[in-house]
């Protein structure tokens, strides 16, 4: 069977590699999606243990449209009833990039009439629309002619891992934030700290990497148990598999922030995912820091200026390259910022840069290697 797991700009390459480590074949990496083929014990095993999926659609029809009238009759050669029943409430999200459709609104109409039109059709019976919480969650996606219909596993976005009960002001995405752990190479032998952690996801989700903590774990909920097919059994064992695989984290893994308030946060999210004993906060300002390992990983997700004057904001960002330069000397830093004019400030030459979304804002991901006496200024500066 083919599948689509979408996940954020940038991030296509670390899914594709997670997707092959689970079992998926025929790998092909997509804009903002990665295509893989499998059963669905692998859509069941994606939805739970893959970081970097936002969801996981099945396509169930694609075809090509030359008016809307075609939308109406591509989706009503669809057999529904394979999918759901005529008591089944459904909604359908439309992601819309055609001239035939001047907004995503309509065409979704257009295809919920397919829908409701197949099953009065064969039974007399329709199936409800229902936005908020529907049993089948459809996806629509036009570019151009190229009409893509899918069924979507997940529903509730596989960001939403369940373990966050607090956050902080723009709370940093669980999948980004496993996506930049996973794209910075580190390894559970190195010590990891975030000293601006905000509501804690970059230690949280670092933390479940290194217990092997399943992203699904503390989720109640998957699309896919509401399918007609679901299998209960298959999808019990393969999470008691999953689980079982979980261990004590064996690497020293912290997080700081000025704020008290944020560290409450913190603290409350990381019991909810269980790693109290795992993962070390503190209240502190991070110029006061210095680094317990040489060879440690420091995760920086700054202030990106939205909220702060921007003469404070640069004084920041110059404050952060000071820090990272006499503090915390021998480290591999990586960074995540929106504003590439207060960057110029840290002072600091990156050895490399990833282009990345933190929602609408396009990020600058950098690696600063923090490497001590004059090697330190021999790297080529990528952010020129």
């Not at 960001?159 to 999948?175: C, D, H, M, T, W």
Request: with cysteine; net charge neutral; aromatic share 10%.
């Amino acid at each position: 069977m083919k599948f689509v797991a979408k996940t954020l700009y940038g991030l296509e390459r670390v899914l594709s590699e997670e997707l092959i480590s689970l079992g998926a074949g025929d790998v092909q990496i997509g804009n903002r999606a990665v295509l893989f083929k499998g059963d669905m014990n692998l859509l069941y095993r994606v939805n739970y243990c893959a970081r970097t999926a936002l969801s996981v659609l099945m396509p169930v029809a694609e075809f090509r449209i030359r008016t809307k009238d075609d939308l109406y009759k591509g989706g009503s050669k669809i057999e529904w009833d394979q999918f759901m029943d005529p008591d089944d409430t459904f909604s359908i999200a439309a992601v819309i990039n055609s001239p035939h459709f001047g907004h995503s609104g309509y065409a979704g109409l257009v295809l919920k009439d397919a829908v409701v039109d197949y099953f009065r059709n064969k039974s007399g019976r329709r199936p409800s629309v229902d936005s908020d919480d529907p049993r089948i969650l459809i996806n629509l996606h036009i570019s151009n002619d190229l009409v893509s219909i899918s069924l979507d596993s997940s529903v509730v976005p596989l960001f939403k891992r369940g373990y966050r009960q607090e956050q902080s002001i723009a709370p940093l995405n669980e999948v980004l934030a496993a996506g930049i752990i996973l794209i910075s190479g580190w390894k559970v032998s190195a010590a990891l700290t975030d000293p601006m952690c905000g509501s804690g996801t970059i230690p949280i989700e670092a933390g479940m990497i290194a217990s092997k903590i399943p992203p699904g774990k503390f989720r109640s909920f998957f699309g896919f148990q509401r399918w007609k097919d679901f299998d209960e059994e298959s999808f019990e064992k393969i999470k008691l598999e999953c689980n079982s695989q979980i261990i004590l984290s064996p690497v020293k893994i912290s997080g700081s922030d000025i704020s008290e308030q944020a560290v409450r946060y913190a603290r409350s999210n990381v019991e909810k995912a269980g790693m109290s004993d795992s993962i070390s906060l503190e209240v502190a300002d991070f110029k006061n820091l210095r680094s317990m390992d040489e060879n440690g990983f420091v995760f920086l997700n700054p202030p990106y200026g939205q909220r702060i004057q921007p003469e404070e904001i640069d004084l920041l960002y110059g404050m952060i390259g000071t820090t990272l330069k006499h503090n915390f000397p021998g480290t591999t830093t990586w960074l995540i910022t929106s504003n590439k004019e207060s960057l110029k400030h840290v002072g600091l030459k990156a050895k490399e840069k990833h282009t990345l979304f933190n929602g609408a804002l396009e990020c600058s991901l950098l690696k600063y290697e923090m490497y001590q006496g004059t090697k330190k200024m021999k790297e080529p500066d990528v952010t020129k």
